[in-house]
């Protein structure tokens, strides 16, 4: 058992349907799928013209692609996060057409958006004390250099999807 800060309760209210009452932890695939949620959406932020809006990402095909990137690089990994998951390529924005250049929002670190920004390969927006705030509630090695942090915080969002 953990012991917490003063103020501090293992539960939170639950940020999004797609997540749970506990920090960093989102539900399966299955069970998603299952309560008919087929769409996960999350706010992003144009870094030019600075419009925010919502983008959304079909769960099936989003949590595909990312599976299977996992599964065919794994091996040329080695414990750490890929180029294209450090510096992700970022969506272009609907207003102004800029390229590579709207960024999630996310706010406090209990209210991230742990599966719109893996099945967005974004987690490489989050800054490594949030990685670590993943890795923390999730159980997970959090020490390291932040390729490793950020290995490890795909491998978890992976495993609690794939329950």
């Known amino acids: 058992m953990r012991i917490l800060r003063p103020g501090k309760s293992e ?3 639950q940020p999004y349907p797609w997540a749970t009452t506990r920090r960093a932890k ?3 695939v299955s069970d998603l799928l299952s309560k008919g949620i087929l769409k996960i ?10 419009k925010r809006y919502q983008i959304e990402y079909n769960l099936q095909e989003k949590f595909t692609e990312v ?3 996992i599964t065919v690089n794994m091996d040329n990994m080695h414990d750490r996060a890929p180029q294209i998951w450090q510096s992700p390529i970022l969506p272009n924005c609907r207003f102004c057409e ?3 250049c709207v960024k999630p929002l996310l706010g406090k670190k209990r209210r991230i958006n ?4 893996f ?8 800054k490594l004390a949030e990685l670590k705030y993943f890795c923390k509630h999730t159980k997970s090695h959090r ?5 490793r942090v950020l290995y490890l915080t795909y491998l978890g969002l992976l495993k609690q999807l794939d329950s």
């Open 143 to 147: 020490t390291g250099a932040k390729d």
């Open 11 to 13: 539960t939170i209210p």
């Open 119 to 126: 099945l967005g390969q974004m987690l490489g927006c989050c």
């Open 114 to 117: 742990w599966l719109f920004l």
């Open 67 to 69: 599976n299977t990137f």
């Open 98 to 100: 800029q390229n590579n």
């Open 26 to 28: 989102v539900r399966s």
């Open 41 to 50: 959406t999350g706010d992003v932020q144009c870094k030019r013209c600075e």
